[in-house]
């Protein structure tokens, strides 16, 4: 089967686009974004949705910056795409927020990017019963990456299972496929793109994992990346597992705060998490405090454990976590409080 093939069948199998939406593309003028917009140009027709590119400036890379987004705008008018210019700041950005700069670049790229997005639906009324999504260019091996990345890092299963294929409103068409069969097509049809010189700065660590882990990893064996890729998908499927079963015992022992239709915390009885294998307490746990801190990055394993320590304590324990989150043991209760929310409690009526 033919790469644009693979791709095609992978977005139509997982229903990532419908009729009627609207997909913002991440365009950096690479090699893998420009062949995601020729996969997208041909099949907006086909699947009736509406396409823009947007292209983001860091405000890192000086004249390159401006030659990649000269590139984008370009092609985008090429196959007559509507082309949104971004610019930011990432640096000033990564300072303020105390960020490494490939992390505050990737936080206010998405962050821009959905801005982006929503003013495309706001002045696009009639495409209301549609979605908004955002599609980026990851491909297999940058899910390898990910994947030796968060194992480094000391994920779970979540970190472990890499990239998925759609989440928060974030679409990624090429993960069933690798660089080298982009590279392969895009030299076949003629079709230029950028390089960014930051992808071989060695200061970055998912470069080092590019440039030198994976390339040992297939020396020592020629399906590495084909096996990481298999081994993330398995444990994607045994997370989905335990993410049922940490509903299903929610539903029965926890209880969400809401107050305005607002939620503020959760409350779930001690006594039914503490006999709970450990790994699907934990689940419990992710999942809770996913729901009360959408987007979450700063929650580890060192907070898990924390947490997970803190269900075996007496009445009056008390732990402060990442994102204003407290966790408190109340009687035979765990309670997971936004603290902001905490804070106002002593005006709060008794649950």
Known sequence: ????????????????????????????????????????????????????????????????????????????????????????????FSRKHHLGLEEG???????????CLSEIMDKAPERAGGRGKIAVAQHGNDQAETVLYHLFRGSGLRGLRGMEAEKDGIIRPLLPILKEEILSELSEKGIAHREDSTNRDLSYARNRIRERILPEAERLNAG??????????????????????????????????????????????????????????RTLLLLMSERLSPGRKDWGAVHFDALDRLLFSGNGAHLDL??????DIRGKELRLLRHSEVLSMKGRKKR
């Open 1 to 92: 089967m033919k790469t644009g093939e693979k791709v095609e069948r992978f977005i139509r199998e997982r229903r990532l686009i419908g009729a009627g939406d609207t997909i913002l593309l991440a365009l950096s003028g690479g090699a893998d974004s420009v062949y995601l917009l020729l996969i997208l140009e041909k099949l907006r027709g086909e699947l009736s949705f509406s396409l823009h590119a947007a292209h983001v400036q860091h405000g890192i890379r000086g004249k390159e910056a401006e030659r990649d987004l000269e590139f984008s705008r370009e092609i985008a008018e090429r196959f007559k795409i509507p082309f949104h210019g971004i610019f930011v700041n990432v640096p000033e």
């Open 224 to 281: 590495a990346l084909p096996h990481i890729l298999r081994t993330a998908e398995l444990i994607g499927e045994a997370e989905d597992l335990l993410l049922e079963r940490a509903e299903e015992i929610f539903r029965k022992e926890g209880e969400e705060l809401l107050e305005g239709g607002e939620l503020w915390g959760f409350r779930i009885s001690v006594l039914s998490l503490r006999p709970l294998r450990p790994i699907l307490r």
């Open 322 to 327: 990442p994102e204003k989150i407290t966790a």
């Open 105 to 115: 670049a990737r936080l206010l790229r998405y962050r821009s990017l959905r801005d």
